[in-house]
């Protein structure tokens, strides 16, 4: 049975671009409910530890130095079938390879700087909205 959440990070390389407000209202308009979100920054430490799962593979290094290289927006998202939804809705990792009008087609421009994160799997989404978020701070 599929999920009802996901969790979302809108990278550095958007929030420095100003695309936080675009990349939320596709949110939005994709029936989506942000039921948690915040504003940080990740320390390299931070970054090391969220992208664990990563770490035998040769990108793993850049990706924790980008993550933690300016502000991010974390969130977690609610939806039927949330993760597959919100996979829809971003389009594929490489921005050149996604579907016109996903969020990662209209605001990224590269493998390492696609604008935003999503959860895999519901698993994993239920693991990283951990790594972010308490249970007082959900609207749930």
Same mark, same amino acid.
């Given at each position: 049975?599929s999920?009802?959440?996901?969790?979302?990070?809108?990278?550095?390389?958007?929030?420095?671009k100003a695309?936080?407000?675009?990349?939320?209202?596709?949110? &939005?308009?994709?029936?989506?409910?942000?039921?948690?979100?915040k504003?940080?920054?990740?320390?390299?430490?931070?970054?090391?530890?969220?992208?664990?799962?990563?770490k035998?593979?040769p +990108?793993? &290094?850049?990706?924790?130095? +980008?993550m933690?290289?300016?502000?991010?927006?974390?969130?977690?998202?609610?939806?039927?079938?949330?993760?597959?939804?919100?996979?829809?809705?971003?389009?594929?990792?490489?921005?050149?390879?996604?579907?016109?009008?996903?969020?990662?087609?209209?605001?990224?421009?590269?493998?390492?700087? &696609?604008?935003?994160?999503?959860?895999?799997?519901?698993? &994993?989404?239920?693991?990283?909205?951990?790594?972010?978020?308490?249970?007082?701070?959900?609207?749930?």
């Open positions: 049975m999920g009802n959440k996901t969790l979302t990070m809108i990278k550095p390389f958007a929030v420095q695309y936080i407000g675009p990349i939320l209202a596709k949110i &939005n308009e994709a029936g989506f409910k942000i039921i948690a979100m504003y940080l920054q990740l320390s390299l430490e931070q970054a090391k530890s969220f992208y664990e799962v990563h035998e593979r +990108f793993y &290094n850049d990706l924790v130095t +980008f933690s290289s300016g502000p991010i927006i974390a969130a977690i998202l609610e939806k039927d079938n949330a993760v597959e939804e919100y996979r829809k809705l971003i389009g594929a990792t490489d921005p050149a390879k996604s579907a016109q009008g996903t969020i990662r087609a209209l605001y990224g421009t590269s493998l390492e700087k &696609n604008a935003v994160h999503g959860s895999d799997s519901d698993e &994993n989404a239920i693991i990283e909205s951990d790594f972010f978020f308490s249970k007082i701070e959900r609207l749930f």
